[in-house]
C-alpha cells in the first residue's frame, strides 16, 4: 500500500514551518527524518493534506551549552549522536543507546526529536531522556514552553503537544563524573522494537537515583527514589527488589506474568550494568 496523496511544502525557516502548520486547521503534520511518519502513511494509518518537511532546518540542527545542561536541536540525528559529532555530557551514554537504535540506514535519517514527537513505548529516546532528567522545548508561533520528559510523555504515541506546536530541542543536563547508567532492553531479534525495557541512572554526588521501566502500552514507569534498591545501592545485584518491580508492572497493567518476568530480568540487567 502507498500513502494518500497529501501536499508537500520544505519551509526555509521555524518560523515558516509554523506558520504553516497554524494555517493548515490541523490537517499538517511534521516530518524530520521521516522514519516512523514514513510507514504511517504508506498504511495510511494517517492521512494528512500537508506534509510539512523540517529535516533540513539549520536551527533545528544547531546544539549549544545551557549553562550545566546541553540544548540539541530536535533535528539531530542518530547517527550525529553516535558518530560523536555533538559534544558528549553524558560521559559515553547517548552515543552507546544511539548505537543501538535499529539499523545504520535508519540511525542515518532518524533524529532524536522525531522519536519524543512519535513517543512510541519501545524508542530508545524516551527511555533514556527520561531516566537522564532531560527536558524538551516545544515552539508554536505563539511562543515557546518548556516540559521535562516524563511531562511530554502522555501514554503510548501521546505527548502533551498542542495544535501548532513542535519540538525544536532537548535539553541535556551533564552527569557527574561519579554517576552510573545502566541499560537494557530485550529483543526478538537486533534492530526491532524491543518489548521490554529499562534504565537505571545513579547519581552519588546529588543523592538521586532513578529507575525508569518501558516498553509498556502506557508511559513508562519511573522510581524517583532507591525503593527498588533495597535498603542501600552499594549493592544492586544482591539488594535489587524483584518483588516491587513486578508490583509496579501489574500496577501498570502488564497482567501477563511471562511479560513481567522479561521486564523484571532486564531490569536487573540494567541494575548489575549501573553497579559494574
Not at 515558516?16 to 486547521?25: H, Y
Not at 513505548?121 to 527520561?130: C, F, G, H, N, Y
Amino acid at each position: 500500500m502507498k500513502a494518500a496523496s497529501f501536499a508537500y511544502e520544505r519551509p526555509h525557516s521555524v518560523s515558516d514551518a509554523l506558520a504553516l502548520l497554524a494555517n493548515a486547521d490541523g490537517e499538517a503534520r511534521i516530518m524530520a527524518g521521516g522514519q516512523s511518519l514514513g510507514p504511517m502513511l504508506n498504511l495510511r494509518l494517517v492521512q494528512p493534506q500537508l506534509i510539512i518537511d523540517i529535516a533540513g532546518l539549520a536551527e533545528l540542527r544547531s546544539v549549544e551549552r545551557d549553562g550545566d545542561a546541553l540544548l540539541i536541536g530536535a533535528c539531530i540525528t542518530h547517527a550525529d549522536i553516535e558518530d560523536g559529532r555533538i559534544p558528549d555530557v553524558t560521559h559515553g551514554v547517548l552515543r552507546r543507546i544511539a548505537r543501538g537504535i535499529a539499523y545504520r540506514a535508519v540511525r542515518n535519517r532518524g533524529t532524536i526529536g522525531g522519536s519524543l514527537s512519535h513517543a512510541d513505548p519501545a524508542a530508545d529516546w524516551v527511555m533514556t531522556l527520561a531516566a537522564l532528567g532531560a527536558g524538551v522545548r516545544l515552539t508554536s508561533s505563539a511562543g515557546r514552553r518548556d516540559l521535562t520528559v516524563t511531562e511530554f510523555i502522555q501514554g503510548a504515541l501521546q505527548t502533551a503537544l498542542r495544535p501548532g506546536e513542535i519540538v525544536t530541542a532537548i535539553r541535556l543536563p551533564s552527569l557527574s563524573p561519579t554517576a552510573r547508567f545502566g541499560y537494557a532492553k530485550a529483543c526478538r531479534k537486533p534492530g526491532e522494537f524491543a518489548h521490554a525495557m529499562a534504565a537505571v541512572l545513579i547519581e552519588p554526588d546529588k543523592s538521586r537515583n532513578r529507575v525508569v521501566i518501558g516498553a509498556i502500552d502506557r508511559t513508562p514507569i519511573v522510581v524517583d527514589d532507591s525503593s527498588l534498591f533495597g535498603a542501600a545501592i552499594t549493592d544492586l545485584r544482591r539488594q535489587f527488589d524483584r518483588d516491587l518491580a513486578d508490583r509496579l508492572l501489574m500496577q501498570a497493567g502488564v497482567a501477563d506474568p511471562a511479560a513481567r518476568h522479561i521486564h523484571v530480568s532486564v531490569l536487573a540487567r540494567a541494575m548489575a550494568e549501573a553497579a559494574a
